[in-house]
């Protein structure tokens, strides 16, 4: 009797173990390995001291230093990425989730199918398509005659954060469904018999300052004004501006109902949080996209500590360097879960 | 669709990065922290396969249909071996970097022959990480080394090493997109190729060659090979804006093949014979007016090599006059085998004339070696290029 009792209560850690052996041996273990390398001096070639002989902090605070530019542009194209992702995943998913009828298994294929590919066959690919001989080229350069005979895509900011917004789409798009397509259809017909409209002015001012502050996030982050592929000027920024807004504007005015501003959207946050994480934790981290589709300018920190493991051998920076980064997004995770509320995050009460 | 088949077949940068960044860093990190392991077996003189050869790409002849190459072939049926031959070597530094932490742990590196360029064949040398070639078993070797490449200070008497091939750091250039000749360093700043333009990876090749021009424009008193810190900063500052602006879109390995394929390259910093012998038909070599880079890859067997007998009969294979002749004539490199202009002379006049192959007297004047440096500087130096990558 006691010996069932005993082993019963066993049972649950038993279920655990394979997890946690997992994660104490790939996660925890690697993990305090790389603390002591983020912590002493040396490079593979001139042999390490570590800790405990030395605590070299240096590496944290003169890791920041000479790559603030790459946590930069980790952040802000990670950043750019999963708003542009939200704004082409949001509206698929819906369209998805409330008109797919029938074919909505096949369109969730067809989201998840670029999955089947290689990673980086997917990323060469886009070197095709925005290199020199490549097909968008080929119609804005040679077709339209938009830009000068040297214009490249390829090696920008805009080629960089193209890649990771197209790479880490589905993974916007599917928790995004998930919780669009839990939404209580009878809420929204209450919502409209209750007088829930278009949006009209509300939405229009809404859109309207959404579209202008994505134009100005789009056009710093890339550092683009025109289409032929110039540095930010004020001119350029204002006729930006302008057009964001009036986009926005439009779509806001026209397109949103109340309904989906008071029922679907609310109820779709957690969706709308796990999807943003997902997309930007992957993306901030990313540096085959840098690699491949940038310049030495449009580097990440993902480039710099893999360049610095594996060219330049030198650990304790790049294992500093890493911890940065991870602390970095558990810290932002942390105060964007905190803005959203943490009712939203487990489902809501609705 | 073939572009893209051969975009996938040819990407070992990205096949490179990837399996590095999956799985060395986490290799890299037990074994550094294992620190020196026991020392590798001992090897024999037999002659056993797999022979595995590292090399670099296009570098290496190929029969027509591009499916094999003569070389091998015949090597293999001399021999009655396999030949692992795999183009992983892409720059020096990188490839170095997936070494070091096999060697230095004492550990076999999986490879039988290495192709290293002479600053990094002495590094690894210093190091101890390479193989004594047995001279008994490389006597068509020892007898047909051109002499000026004898008596090198790291290998004096060709115990650890024996060059592949020598060649030229100069300017490559389509001529279809360019429109024109291109004929100096200072071409590459041309602001018509603005983002079309990319450099090499390290400093030993781009430091070296706009150090020539910076020379030519009296701004550095020094030769490459005696350049000073102050003269690599120097070079560092000159380049900088370009990158800052985006003129120079990137640092290369040999991965500028497939750049100048694209037409994503327009002119590029190049090893002399790739263009010739893999590039297409409008794409040309310089050896630019302010002076080329000239440099030698040697063969090496890494410590603990397992077919250490194949690979020195690989090495002594290659020094034949004939199949050192084909090989010349195929990847346009300089051959460190004697007599191969004759042998060539022979069938084909207009490839003997070919400054690519035998540089004349005047071309050979202008060439100039690249810096040796010691671990400290070689670090200070990386440093400088590495903030230029970006990364």
């Known amino acids: 009797m006691r010996k069932t009792l005993r082993s019963r209560r066993a049972i649950p850690y038993l279920l655990m173990a394979p997890g946690l052996l997992w994660l104490l041996l790939f996660f925890v273990i690697p993990n305090l390995q790389m603390l002591l390398f983020s912590l002493s001096e040396g490079t593979l070639r001139t042999g390490f001291t570590t800790p405990p002989e030395v605590f070299d902090w240096e590496n944290f605070t003169g890791g920041i230093d000479q790559f603030s530019g790459n946590f930069r542009n980790s952040i802000v194209y990670g950043g750019l990425a999963t708003i542009l992702c939200f704004l082409i995943g949001y509206p698929l998913a819906y369209s998805i989730a409330f008109k797919g009828g029938r074919w909505k298994s096949l369109l969730l294929f067809m989201v998840i199918a670029p999955f089947f590919t290689s990673f980086l066959i997917r990323t060469i690919s886009w070197k095709i398509i925005l290199g020199n001989d490549g097909p968008l080229l080929g119609l804005i350069r040679d077709g339209l005659?938009?830009?000068?005979?040297?214009?490249?895509?390829?090696?920008?900011?805009?080629?960089?954060?193209?890649?990771?917004?197209?790479?880490?789409?589905?993974?916007?798009?599917?928790?995004?469904?998930?919780?669009?397509?839990?939404?209580?259809?009878?809420?929204?017909?209450?919502?409209?018999?209750?007088?829930?409209?278009?949006?009209?002015?509300?939405?229009?001012?809404?859109?309207?300052?959404?579209?202008?502050?994505?134009?100005?996030?789009?056009?710093?982050?890339?550092?683009?004004?025109?289409?032929?592929?110039?540095?930010?000027?004020?001119?350029?920024?204002?006729?930006?501006?302008?057009?964001?807004?009036?986009?926005?504007?439009?779509?806001?005015?026209?397109?949103?109902?109340?309904?989906?501003?008071?029922?679907?959207?609310?109820?779709?946050?957690?969706?709308?949080?796990?999807?943003?994480?997902?997309?930007?934790i992957p993306a901030i981290g990313d540096y085959v996209n840098a690699q491949l589709l940038g310049s030495p300018t449009t580097q990440m920190i993902g480039n710099v500590i893999q360049g610095r493991f594996l060219t330049q051998n030198d650990y304790p920076i790049a294992a500093a360097l890493a911890f940065i980064l991870m602390a970095g997004i558990l810290l932002s995770i942390a105060l964007y879960a905190r803005l959203l509320g943490t009712e939203e995050l487990t489902g809501g009460t609705a | 669709m073939n572009d893209l088949d051969s975009l996938i077949r040819k990407a070992p940068v990205t096949r490179r990065v990837f399996i590095q960044g999956t799985t060395l860093a986490g290799v890299a990190g037990f074994l550094a922290a294992c620190g020196a392991g026991s020392s590798p077996k001992p090897t024999s003189d037999a002659i056993t396969g797999p022979l595995n050869f590292a090399n670099w790409p296009a570098y290496i002849d190929l029969t027509e249909d591009e499916s094999s190459s003569p070389t091998l072939t015949d090597f293999k049926a001399k021999y009655g071996i396999e030949v692992n031959y795999k183009e992983d070597i892409e720059a020096n530094e990188d490839f170095y970097a997936t070494l070091a932490p096999l060697l230095g742990a004492g550990l076999d590196s999986g490879w039988d022959i290495i192709v290293l360029t002479d600053y990094m064949a002495a590094r690894v040398v210093r190091a101890g990480?390479?193989?004594?070639?047995?001279?008994?078993?490389?006597?068509?070797?020892?007898?047909?080394?051109?002499?000026?490449?004898?008596?090198?200070?790291?290998?004096?008497?060709?115990?650890?090493?024996?060059?592949?091939?020598?060649?030229?750091?100069?300017?490559?250039?389509?001529?279809?997109?360019?429109?024109?000749?291109?004929?100096?360093?200072?071409?590459?700043?041309?602001?018509?190729?603005?983002?079309?333009?990319?450099?090499?990876?390290?400093?030993?090749?781009?430091?070296?060659?706009?150090?020539?021009?910076?020379?030519?424009?009296?701004?550095?008193?020094?030769?490459?090979?005696?350049?000073?810190?102050?003269?690599?900063?120097?070079?560092?500052?000159?380049?900088?804006?370009?990158?800052?602006?985006?003129?120079?879109?990137?640092?290369?390995?040999?991965?500028?093949?497939?750049?100048?394929?694209?037409?994503?390259?327009?002119?590029?910093?190049?090893?002399?014979?790739?263009?010739?012998?893999?590039?297409?038909?409008?794409?040309?070599?310089?050896?630019?007016?302010?002076?080329?880079?000239?440099?030698?890859?040697?063969?090496?067997?890494?410590?603990?090599?397992?077919?250490?007998?194949?690979?020195?009969?690989?090495?002594?294979?290659?020094?034949?006059?004939?199949?050192?002749?084909?090989?010349?004539?195929?990847?346009?490199?300089?051959?460190?085998?004697?007599?191969?202009?004759?042998?060539?002379?022979?069938?084909?006049?207009?490839?003997?004339?070919?400054?690519?192959?035998?540089?004349?007297?005047?071309?050979?004047?202008?060439?100039?070696?690249?810096?040796?440096?010691?671990?400290?500087?070689?670090?200070?130096?990386?440093?400088?290029?590495?903030?230029?990558?970006?990364?």
């Open chain 1, 145 to 280: 005659g938009l830009v000068p005979a040297n214009f490249s895509i390829l090696g920008t900011p805009l080629a960089v954060v193209g890649g990771l917004t197209y790479q880490f789409l589905p993974f916007m798009v599917l928790p995004l469904y998930i919780s669009i397509d839990k939404v209580d259809r009878r809420l929204i017909e209450a919502a409209q018999d209750l007088y829930a409209g278009p949006w009209r002015r509300g939405g229009a001012i809404v859109g309207g300052v959404a579209g202008a502050l994505l134009l100005i996030a789009l056009q710093l982050g890339l550092g683009y004004t025109s289409a032929t592929g110039e540095a930010a000027t004020l001119t350029g920024l204002v006729v930006g501006i302008l057009i964001g807004a009036g986009v926005g504007g439009v779509v806001g005015g026209f397109l949103v109902s109340q309904s989906f501003i008071r029922v679907t959207f609310p109820l779709s946050l957690p969706g709308v949080f796990a999807a943003s994480i997902l997309t930007f």
């Open chain 2, 129 to 391: 990480w390479i193989e004594e070639i047995n001279a008994a078993n490389t006597p068509t070797a020892h007898a047909n080394i051109r002499d000026e490449l004898k008596g090198l200070a790291w290998d004096p008497d060709m115990k650890m090493h024996f060059p592949w091939q020598s060649g030229a750091t100069g300017v490559g250039y389509n001529l279809k997109s360019t429109g024109r000749d291109l004929t100096k360093v200072d071409d590459l700043f041309d602001p018509a190729f603005k983002g079309k333009v990319t450099m090499l990876t390290g400093y030993a090749d781009t430091f070296s060659l706009v150090g020539l021009l910076l020379k030519a424009k009296g701004d550095i008193s020094k030769l490459p090979a005696d350049m000073s810190y102050e003269d690599a900063q120097k070079v560092h500052d000159f380049i900088k804006p370009y990158v800052d602006s985006g003129h120079v879109r990137k640092f290369t390995g040999n991965e500028y093949l497939q750049d100048f394929g694209s037409g994503d390259t327009w002119a590029a910093m190049v090893w002399s014979g790739d263009l010739a012998s893999s590039g297409g038909e409008d794409d040309r070599f310089a050896f630019p007016v302010e002076g080329t880079i000239i440099w030698t890859d040697n063969m090496l067997i890494p410590k603990g090599a397992k077919h250490k007998g194949a690979a020195e009969a690989m090495i002594d294979f290659v020094y034949d006059v004939k199949n050192a002749a084909r090989l010349a004539a195929w990847i346009y490199y300089i051959s460190p085998v004697k007599g191969v202009a004759d042998e060539i002379a022979k069938t084909d006049a207009v490839l003997a004339a070919n400054e690519l192959l035998f540089p004349s007297a005047a071309t050979a004047k202008n060439m100039f070696p690249q810096p040796a440096l010691e671990d400290a500087d070689d670090i200070k130096w990386a440093d400088l290029a590495s903030n230029l990558e970006g990364a």
